[in-house]
Nanobody, 124 residues
Framework: QVRLVESGGGQVQPGGSLRLSCSGS????????IGWFRQVPGKEREGIVC??????????YYQDVLKDRFTISRDITGDTVYLQMNNLKSEDTAVYYC???????????????WGKGTQVTVSS
């Protein structure tokens, strides 16, 4: 069984920072590409950024507008993937998900394995 689990969400003030984590059950994330996505109720899911397997750790941004504030990385084992979010804005409020298709290369669509999501709320 493959399952992804996100953690690290919460409520922060505008301009604050959060670091989200993605880990796997029944899956070694170091062998797979992992993408971060977010979704606001009533809107379509948006891709943020992806990192390929640890053979390359190539980073692909799904939205260039987020490059200056959101960064993706892995821990020393490669089995935990982080999303560092800085200078957060109210528009960043959403449920954040990590996902994979079990492949080594980043893709935005056709990902079959997702976590349940973690809520990020940016407000005063």
């Amino acid at each position: 069984q493959v399952r992804l689990v996100e953690s690290g969400g919460g409520q922060v003030q505008p301009g604050g920072s959060l670091r989200l984590s993605c880990s796997g059950s029944g899956l070694q994330l170091k062998h797979t590409a992992i993408g971060w996505f977010r979704q606001v109720p009533g809107k379509e899911r948006e891709g943020i950024v992806c990192i390929s397997s640890t053979d390359r750790n190539d980073v692909t941004y799904y939205q260039d507008v987020l490059k200056d504030r959101f960064t993706i990385s892995r821990d020393i084992t490669g089995d935990t993937v982080y999303l560092q979010m800085n200078n957060l804005k109210s528009e960043d409020t959403a449920v954040y998900y990590c996902a994979t298709d079990l492949g080594v290369t980043c893709y935005e669509y056709g990902l079959d394995y997702w976590g349940k999501g973690t809520q990020v709320t940016v407000s005063s």
